[in-house]
């Protein structure tokens, strides 16, 4: 008798952009709007999988390190170099303030861009600062290849419109290098009970332009809300051809507010009932502080017009902005700081 999944497969499609054209990028917007996720095949080029396996290599050597010693590091503290930088400990933040009682049974360490180096690191990210560099600015140029392909099938009249508001040369911004550890929690004769769901990260949606994760074979746990309740995001939707699992990427808050709702920034949280340790990495990207969040000039966008509404109402019901402030313009540190508050009460 076949078995038969509890939620529909994901059809989130792969997408190879190692060759730019007309027809990728309406490939890439078309998962855009009706996912808000899209799988990126990793080219082996863009982003190395040795640097991948090395990122994952450092992070489990940090987060077994000795408590104090990550501590010394504390998210937000002037020794990690400040706000939204440093060591989230287990239970330290709440994804979903609103549907938690208790924080998140996870850890995870901040890393900002290299500005024009990098943040203070404990060990043993300290010795490793090339490494982490090199990763970081390719991820940022995957993510600047992804929004130029957007910008292409949005008909934006100005082909650097993305790329100059993410351009770390000429300003600050939020984004954000993110280590991801939850740890073995679930002891024997301590899981949940049978059909129970046990949540690692609560139901959230990010908060930038784009993000890009990272997990490794056999630690799935990913899902994303859909009309049909949560569905899984496999590591690997197709290990028979992908040897190198595919980058997952998905649409952040930014983009939904410049795109009028067009792009879908879906809510999505992490669960797996095993009690085995499981990582991930995610690549956080932001816009320049001061960039404001209207609507980006397109044809395309224009012509979806009002049906982006509900998705717009729910980002502002996110953030706690009633709708009859709709009008308001947000920058992207104005929506971040927000976001931070939300999670942190800072």
Request: glycine residues 8%; negative net charge.
């Amino acid at each position: 008798m076949p078995h038969h999944s509890p939620h529909p497969p994901s059809t989130i499609p792969v997408i190879d952009i190692s060759q730019p054209s007309h027809h990728v990028a309406r490939h890439v917007l078309d998962a855009a709007s009706t996912h808000g996720f899209l799988y990126i095949k990793n080219d082996g080029v863009t982003i190395p999988p040795d640097d991948i396996a090395a990122m994952f290599k450092l992070s489990n050597d940090f987060f077994h390190a000795p408590k104090e010693q990550k501590a010394e590091y504390a998210i937000h503290s002037a020794k990690a170099g400040g706000t939204n930088r440093g060591w989230v400990s287990m239970q330290g933040e709440a994804l979903d303030p609103a549907g938690q009682k208790q924080g998140d049974p996870k850890e995870a360490f901040n890393i900002a861009p290299p500005q024009p180096t990098l943040q203070p690191l404990p060990a043993p990210f300290s010795s490793n600062t090339a490494l982490i560099t090199r990763f970081q600015t390719s991820c940022h140029a995957l993510c600047t290849r992804i929004l130029s392909l957007l910008g292409t099938a949005l008909q934006v009249p100005d082909q650097q419109y993305f790329s100059t508001r993410h351009d770390h040369s000429h300003g600050h911004s939020g984004t954000i290098l993110r280590m991801l550890y939850y740890p073995k929690t679930l002891m024997p004769g301590n899981e949940a009970s049978e059909g129970a769901t046990s949540i690692r990260a609560g139901a959230h949606s990010d908060y930038g332009s784009l993000t890009l994760l990272f997990r490794l074979p056999g630690q799935a746990g990913l899902e994303l809300q859909t009309s049909a309740g949560w569905i899984p995001v496999p590591v690997n939707p197709n290990e028979e051809d992908m040897v190198e699992p595919p980058i997952l990427v998905n649409i952040g808050d930014l983009l939904c507010y410049w795109t009028n709702g067009m792009l879908k920034s879906t809510v999505h949280r992490v669960t797996f009932s095993g009690g085995e340790e499981r990582y991930s990495m995610a690549y956080f990207c932001h816009p320049l502080d001061d960039v404001e969040l209207t609507a980006v000039p397109s044809r395309t966008i224009d012509e979806f017009g009002e049906k982006g509404k509900e998705e717009l109402m729910s980002q502002k019901r996110r953030l706690g902005l009633s709708e009859h402030g709709s009008d308001e313009v947000i920058t992207a540190k104005g929506h971040l700081d927000r976001r931070l508050k939300l999670t942190y009460g800072i």
